[in-house]
Structure formats: C-alpha cells, structure tokens
C-alpha cells in the first residue's frame, strides 16, 4: 500500500503547488501608482513632474533618491561619493526558512541600482560647499547595517577632508538593520553620534531632512543630532519605536495622540524645527545655511539683481523666520 501512500502525497503537493502559487506582478513595471491617500490613480509621468504629490489629494509619495539628488542640482557622476570597499556584506550568515539576507541584498542592489540604502553627493549649492545623503526606503526599508554606518562616515570623513559648509540629510528608514545585530547597531548609533560630532567640531553646519517612515537608531542618532531639523509636510511614522509599541508604554486610562509620530507632533512637542512643504525644502534649508554660515546677510539685499535664486530667497526668507 506505500504506492497509494505516495500516489497521494504526490497529488498533495501539486494541488498545493497549483492553488498557492499567484503570479507575481513587479509593480514597478506598471504605468500607474495608486495613492494611498484617496485610491487615485497617478500616472508615474505626472507625479514625477509633480514633484511625486497627488494632485488630488496632495498626499506625498516617496521621491527616489536621484529625484531629491536632482532637486539639489548635484545629480552628476563626478558629484558622486562611492561607497567603501571590501566589507562584509553578510558578517552574521543571516538566514532563515525564508531565504538569506545576502538574497535579499543581491536582490535589492540588482532592482534599485545601487550598493546600499543611502547615497553620497558633494557639490556647490547657491555658493555653500554641500555634502548631502538621501535614502531609498525602497532598498530594505532604508535601514541601516554595517554597510550603511560605514558609508555614512565615509561621506562624513570627506565633508571634513573638503571643509564642507553644510551636511544636508534627506533620510527615510526604518532603522537599524537586524541582519547585521549588534555590529550594525554600534557602527550606526554609537559610530553615528561621533561621526555627527565629527562634523560640529569642524564647523560644519548639520541639517537633516525627514519625511515618512523615519524610525530606531537612525532618527534618534543620525536625526536628533542634528543642529536644524526639518521636516516635510504631513509626514508620518516619525518615531523611535512605532504606534503598536509606543501604546504598550501608556499609563493607565492615558490615550494615544492621534497625531502620534506626524511632522505636526514633532513640531509642537519640540522634536523639530521646521515643517515645510516639500517644495520648499531646498531653498529654505539653503537659505538658513547661508545665513548661518554667513553667506548671505539678511538684512541687505540687492534690489537690483535678477538672480532667480536671490529672488526666491527673499521671497521665502520671512516665511522662514516666522516659522522659526
């Protein structure tokens, strides 16, 4: 009777295989983006002429690293700060049932073209010297192991090599990576903080920039060390640990904000300086580094020029000031 036995768990397994198996669909390789905010269909041309918003509810996507790189004007090769050689891409052997994390990586670098999470670019912006990271929450959530840390105080070492003005951070994550353990969390928030140190000590002016998704060691060693915060309008998921856990820590009877971990809460609780619209982001952040790094002097201003970036500086300067 084994043949039956067998006969049967043959029949089993290619029933299992037919009703589990689903066409996997790359959604990058579609023509449309529906947004999560009101269901509407955007095509991928519009929002990236709109800067990667709804134009019917104004809900902001997450704009890829190149479009932020782009907005800054520093998207050219030579610009770009190539990221360390020879590490240990998978230090720990991290594997489950569900795969190996050096999959994963492959995988991730073969989709988004790049060697890590986070980006390097070095540049003049409106007469400052410019150091500035972005992240791909696309590549593993944006978090941060080994590599990343390391990468980081790579661009760090060459802001101070090249007497940067400002080192400008336009980060998304979702925080420390697990696949590195403790080697990724020390190297990202212990490294992190000296590295950010690093920078102040050489006078050079730290902004960081955060929008959606920003959480763990990244926003609390990276972001919260920063000497200017800012971030995007109605971003949300900005917070150490999350809603699901943060409830667990509520007294008894206490309830949660409902603007928990928005750009709003942040501002009013003190954990930022500003909250923009994104298309204010650059020339605000710009303008401040100017005025600090005394650059630009606020209170005189030529009425004559035609400079196009002047203008808007004068323009957004009060606005700034206000918010401030």
Request: proline fraction near 3%; charge should be positive; hydrophobic fraction near 35%.
């Amino acid at each position: 009777m084994n043949w039956i036995k067998t006969k049967i768990s043959e029949i089993k397994a290619k029933a299992k295989k037919i009703f589990k198996r689903q066409e996997k669909i790359d959604p990058s390789s579609s023509l449309w983006e529906s947004c999560p905010g009101c269901s509407k269909l955007n095509t991928k041309d519009f929002l990236k002429e709109n800067d990667y918003i709804c134009e019917a509810c104004n809900y902001y996507f997450d704009r890829p690293p190149l479009a932020i790189v782009k907005s800054f004007g520093l998207l050219d090769e030579k610009n770009f700060i190539s990221p360390p050689e020879n590490l240990d891409d998978d230090p720990l052997k991290f594997s489950t049932d569900l795969g190996s994390y050096k999959d994963k990586l492959a995988k991730a670098r073969k989709k988004e073209k790049q060697w890590c999470s986070i980006l390097g670019y070095k540049g003049i912006v409106e007469d400052l010297k410019v150091h500035l990271v972005v992240s791909n929450f696309r590549f593993l959530g944006g978090s941060w192991s080994n590599n990343e840390a390391q990468y980081f105080q790579k661009i760090v070492d060459n802001a101070v090599e090249n007497k940067s003005d400002v080192f400008i951070m336009m980060l998304k994550s979702g925080g420390v990576s697990m696949f590195h353990g403790a080697l990724g969390l020390n190297a990202t928030m212990g490294a992190g903080i000296i590295a950010m140190q690093k920078l102040k000590k050489n006078n050079i002016l730290t902004i960081a920039g955060g929008g959606s998704k920003l959480t763990g060691g990244v926003l609390a060693s990276i972001v919260y060390t920063s000497e200017i915060i800012v971030f995007e309008q109605n971003a949300h998921d900005i917070t150490f640990a999350g809603k699901k856990i943060s409830k667990n820590y509520l007294s008894a009877g206490e309830v949660m904000d409902e603007k928990f971990g928005s750009a709003e809460e942040k501002k009013a609780t003190g954990q930022c300086d500003l909250v923009l619209e994104r298309h204010n982001l650059k020339p605000v952040i710009c303008t401040l580094a100017k005025i600090i790094k005394k650059k630009q002097n606020p209170a005189v201003i030529n009425e004559n020029t035609n400079n196009s970036t002047e203008q808007e500086s004068r323009e957004i300067l009060p606005n700034t000031a206000k918010a401030i």
